[in-house]
C-alpha cells in the first residue's frame, strides 16, 4: 500500500486476547487507508502468533530488541519510527476505536492545518462496577471541560496541573507536529501522552471532537490502572513535564501559568 492516511500504533505486553479486540477495531474502520503497527515489548516475543493469525497485511509485528521495562514511551517512539502516514494514532492494547473515529479525527485535523493533534471523548467499559463508574464521573466531567477549552494554552496548563481530560488511546497527532517536538519523553515514567499531547497542542494547536472515539477499558491490570494517586512515579513524572516548561519559558511564565490553572481554571 503505497498511501497511508493514519498509522495506528499499539505497544503490547502479554495482553494477546485484548490485543486481538483492539486490531479488530482498527481494521473496521471505514474511509481511511490504516496501517497497524504492532510493537511488543516482551522478552520472548509473546504477541508474534496472535498478530500473525490476523492475517491482514495491514498489520505489522515489530518485537522491540529488549524490554523498555515499563516504559510505554520508548515503544511507542519505536512504533513511530516505522509509520508512513499522515496522521499517527497510539492505540493502548486493551482499547477499541470506536466504528469511525479515524474518518472523523482525521477529517477534522484536515479542516484545521495548523492544528497538531485532535483529542474526543472517552466511554469508559468494564466489568468491575465501582471502578467503571469512577471512570465514568471523572470522563464525563473531562468531557465537560474539554468542551469550553478556549485555547492551547489553556490546554496545556490543564494539562501540566490538574486533572488531565485526555488519554493516549483517544488522541491523534499529526506526523510532522509529533517529530517536530521530539515525540514521547522516555525520562517520564507515567503521564507521557499527557507530556506529549501538550506539548504538540502548544507548539502548534489542537481540536476538540465532541463525541466518543474510543472505549477505555477500565479494571484490567496497567500500568496507569495500577497507579495510586500519590504513587512516587505520578509525581516524579509531573515534576518533570512542569520543570521542562519552567526551564523552556522561564520561571515567571511557569508561576503564572500555574497560578491560573490552579487558582482561576475550573
Not at 57 to 63: A, F, G, H, K, N
Not at 241 to 252: E, T
Amino acid at each position: 500500500m503505497d498511501h497511508i492516511d493514519i498509522s495506528v500504533i499499539i505497544p503490547t505486553l502479554h495482553r494477546e486476547e485484548q490485543l486481538l479486540e483492539a486490531i479488530g477495531s482498527v481494521l473496521r474502520q471505514g474511509g481511511v487507508a490504516l496501517e497497524i503497527i504492532v510493537v511488543d515489548d516482551s522478552a520472548e516475543g509473546s504477541a508474534r502468533n496472535a498478530v500473525a493469525s490476523v492475517g491482514d497485511p495491514r498489520v505489522q509485528y515489530i518485537q522491540r530488541p529488549e524490554p523498555s521495562r515499563g516504559l510505554p514511551a520508548l515503544v511507542r517512539n519505536d512504533g513511530a519510527k516505522f509509520a508512513r502516514g499522515r496522521y499517527l494514532y497510539f492505540l493502548d492494547d486493551d482499547d477499541l476505536l470506536e466504528s469511525d473515529t479515524l474518518a472523523v479525527m482525521s477529517k477534522a485535523l484536515d479542516a484545521a492545518p495548523a492544528a497538531g493533534m485532535a483529542f474526543g471523548a472517552v466511554e469508559p467499559f468494564g466489568n468491575d462496577e465501582a471502578d467503571l463508574r469512577h471512570n465514568q464521573i471523572y470522563f464525563s466531567e473531562a468531557r465537560r471541560i474539554a468542551r469550553r477549552v478556549r485555547s492551547a494554552v489553556e490546554l496545556r496548563a490543564r494539562l501540566m496541573f490538574r486533572a488531565s481530560i485526555l488519554v493516549n488511546s483517544a488522541c491523534m497527532a499529526r506526523r510532522t507536529a509529533f517529530f517536530l517536538v521530539g515525540g514521547y519523553d522516555s525520562d517520564i515514567p507515567v503521564c507521557e501522552d499527557t507530556d506529549l499531547y501538550g506539548r504538540i497542542a502548544h507548539a502548534t494547536d489542537y481540536v476538540y471532537i465532541d463525541r466518543t472515539v474510543v472505549r477505555y477499558r477500565t479494571g484490567a491490570p496497567s500500568l496507569m490502572h495500577n497507579l495510586a494517586k500519590k504513587d512516587e512515579k505520578l509525581h516524579l513524572s509531573y515534576r518533570r513535564i512542569q520543570g521542562k516548561y519552567r526551564l523552556a519559558k522561564g520561571m515567571l511564565k511557569f508561576l503564572a501559568l500555574k497560578i491560573w490553572a490552579k487558582a482561576i481554571l475550573r
